[in-house]
């Protein structure tokens, strides 16, 4: 054997001896160390809620919930000017009277107090009643009396009714205190009968005026056409206007120039004899 052949035969063997190593101690690195392997952490489990927990969030406000306001206070009327119209000497019909009507006074009223007095002059007992927005609010029967409202809206419709009780057929007068920055009353079923019976002919109608201004007065008395005269007296002072018609008529619109401090009356007459019962209808305003 050369020496050539003799190196390469150690070679061979040192190679195979270094092989031998590597692969022992691949092997010990794997199975015989005695690190142990990690496990992937199992998933939590979070326990229920108990039922007071449950409850408790069941409770708890909502984070986009609102809160409700309260609602606004409707705020009080102010209550309007106190207005006065008394209707002088109005003969009232006997309830018993199968012809006869009953007297009907309407106006509307702001916010605060009415006031309607009743003061017989003559012929019994009357039965006044006072009505809102078609309402009946109290009744009375007798020679005297006052019946009273008051109302918080700003606008109520009044009526006040007035028949002679049983077979009477009084003669009274009629104050109303209303609150109403226009005060503006009609007066229905009244009469206008004429010179042959003065007690039911026409109306005499009292009011004080708050500042200077027009006292107005529209009236109708049916289809039949009479002479009529509507006078305006100062009470207490000097002021006195009449006029009279020409020819005959049916209604009548007129207005006065009138003023505080004093009251003013208005009279309005039929200038004719007349034929018998006839219905008035006639409507005041005053400053």
């Given at each position: ?15 195979a001896v270094l092989l031998g190593i590597l ?117 009375q029967t007798g020679v005297s009396g006052t ?92 002021g006195l206007k009449t006029v009279q018609s ?42």
């Amino acid at each position: 054997m050369t020496n050539m052949q003799r190196l390469v035969l150690v070679l061979a063997l040192l190679f195979a001896v270094l092989l031998g190593i590597l692969l022992a101690t691949s092997l010990l690195g794997n199975n015989g160390g005695s690190s142990t392997p990690t496990l992937p952490p199992s998933p939590s489990v979070s326990a229920p809620p108990s039922s007071s927990a449950a409850a408790s969030a069941s409770l708890a406000p909502s984070a986009s919930a609102v809160p409700s306001s309260s609602p606004s206070p409707t705020p009080t009327a102010t209550p309007g000017p106190a207005a006065t119209i008394q209707f002088v000497q109005l003969a009232l019909d006997a309830t018993t009277d199968p012809g006869g009507t009953t007297r009907t006074i309407a106006f509307t009223a702001q916010s605060g107090p009415v006031s309607v007095n009743l003061k017989t002059e003559s012929g019994g007992n009357s039965v006044v009643c006072l009505l809102a927005n078609g309402k009946q609010l109290s009744c009375q029967t007798g020679v005297s009396g006052t019946l009273s409202a008051a109302s918080g809206s700003k606008s109520v419709n009044y009526q006040v009714t007035l028949r002679g009780s049983g077979g009477a057929t009084p003669v009274v007068g009629v104050s109303i205190t209303f609150p109403a920055a226009k005060p503006k009353v009609t007066v229905t079923n009244a009469r206008f009968d004429g010179t042959a019976n003065p007690a039911y002919n026409g109306l005499q109608v009292v009011t004080t005026p708050r500042a200077k201004g027009y006292y107005h007065v529209t009236a109708d008395w049916g289809g039949h056409p009479f002479l009529y005269e509507v006078d305006l007296i100062e009470q207490g002072g000097p002021g006195l206007k009449t006029v009279q018609s020409t020819t005959g008529s049916t209604n009548v619109s007129q207005g006065f120039a009138v003023a505080p401090p004093n009251a003013w009356m208005i009279v309005i007459k039929n200038n004719e004899t007349g034929f018998g019962i006839t219905g008035l209808t006639a409507t005041f305003t005053w400053p």
